[in-house]
């Protein structure tokens, strides 16, 4: 069972390159969402889709792209990398929306690094 | 604003005691919460949840405890074990939102 898989585990990258960051389930969860850690900082929500063919942004969506072209797969593009971006990046999904009793299964993140 | 606060960074627990890490809330429309545990290197976990109907719900030596009229809720670990040291997080959901606090590193000592 391989619940949520990420990859890369760990990126560097220069300010103003571009990457996708990608994840995968196999539980066939209709939620998945990004969240991004910081030091100090709870989990912030990024980007989330409620089934294929369906996104919308959370609390701190500028910069970042997601699809869901599938039920398995929901990558999230940074367009133009920023310092400000170095973070720790988590994937989950959940088989209902949150907040009807559904925990969230979370990857064990990228650690992304932009110089 | 935070709308879900964990105002103890760390916490340090001597093995076979009581550990007890606090979480507030300011949103009155949040109606279900979460614990989540995290280990470094690794995503956070589910640990236990409590609906805002209940008071009250235990998980083996996990408890968590819901006071709405203080919007504060609060997990116990009872006894503490040394592989229960991690970052533990408290979540709040509501209609369309869902809130992470900071998190609590909790360390639990031989």
């Known amino acids: 069972n391989a619940g949520v898989t990420q990859t890369p585990k760990f990126q560097v990258l220069k300010t103003g390159q571009s990457m996708t960051l990608q994840c995968a389930q196999d539980m066939n969860h209709e939620y998945m969402s990004w969240y991004r850690q910081d030091p100090g900082m709870g989990l912030r929500l990024i980007h989330y889709?409620?089934?294929?063919?369906?996104?919308d942004q959370g609390e701190v969506p500028n910069g970042y792209n997601v699809s869901r072209s599938t039920t398995e797969d929901f990558p999230l593009r940074l367009l133009s990398a920023a310092p400000s971006q170095t973070s720790v990046y988590f994937c989950?999904?959940?088989?209902?929306?949150?907040?009807?009793?559904?925990?969230?299964?979370f990857g064990n993140g990228t650690r992304l690094t932009v110089t | 604003d935070q709308q879900v606060k964990q105002n103890s960074p760390s916490l340090s627990v001597q093995e076979g005691r009581i550990s007890i890490l606090n979480c507030d809330y300011t949103n009155s429309m949040f109606d279900y919460f979460l614990w989540y545990k995290k280990y470094p290197a690794e995503g956070p976990t589910f640990l236990i949840s409590?609906?805002?109907?209940?008071d009250k719900n235990e998980d083996g030596r996990f408890t968590v405890f819901l006071n709405k009229s203080a919007k504060h809720l609060s997990l116990h670990i009872v006894p503490s074990q040394p592989g229960d040291s991690a970052v533990y997080f408290c979540a709040a959901s509501g209609p369309g939102t869902l809130v992470f606090g900071k998190g609590t590193r909790l360390s639990v000592i031989a």
């Open positions: 409590i609906s805002s109907i209940k």
């Open positions: 889709s409620v089934g294929a063919g369906i996104t």
């Open positions: 989950a999904s959940s088989p209902l929306p949150t907040g009807l009793s559904s925990p969230l299964h």
